[in-house]
């Protein structure tokens, strides 16, 4: 709360700047849809997390949009919830899935112990930050609003259990980012993730394990916590 008893609201990411309404959350959608009708390998990184811990566990998706990953990792016997602030994509993830938790809350200031988050209203899980992974796919990480990427690395972790891993994947150029993302050096990501307790533990070039260098233009990082 401000000093004036005001609610305090979060700064908007880049992402806002990109999905505006609920048109550009269903075209955004369509995009999916038509990448999977033609044949495309969406579940790179739900095969990505297997490897590092099969389920069942407890998984957070941490800027989930619509549910794409969360709810392949349901269906793979993960306790998975799905985060995002984009209310819109939240809508359709909720609509298509119903059987997966979902929440419309800002990675800087979630707080998945808080009651009456889920719209069913109090959460079967409320009160516990048990998980074991949080998962930032697709370029959550660059979209994130400007100079909160230790606030949101610190809000996950206290999510996680003594252990736990952080994956991300991201793009680290700007050939490989839309216009509206951020380029976040792997060394500012690397150094967020050391000021919250994490050690950097694999990194890869791709979701498909392709060998990592410094010439790398996307980085698929394991950290773990503790």
Partial sequence: MTASGDQRTPPPTRWSEVSKGVEAAAAYRRRFSE?????????????????????????????????????????????AVGVDADKHLIDIARREDPGTEYVNADLTEMDLSQENLSPWGTSTWAGTRGFRVAVLAGNVVPFLAEGTLDTV????AAHLVPGAFMIAGFGLTRA???????????????RALRGAGFSLQQRWGSWERARWSLACDYAVSVHRKG
């Fill in 35 to 79: 990448l999977e009708e033609a044949g495309a390998d969406l579940h790179g990184e739900a095969r990505f997390v297997a490897s590092v811990v099969p389920p069942p566990a407890r998984v957070l998706d941490a800027g989930c949009g619509f549910g794409r990953l969360t709810r392949v990792l349901t269906r793979m016997g993960y306790d």
């Fill in 153 to 156: 690395v610190r809000q996950i």
């Fill in 176 to 190: 490989d980012l839309p216009d509206t993302a951020h380029v976040v050096p792997i060394t500012e990501y690397d």
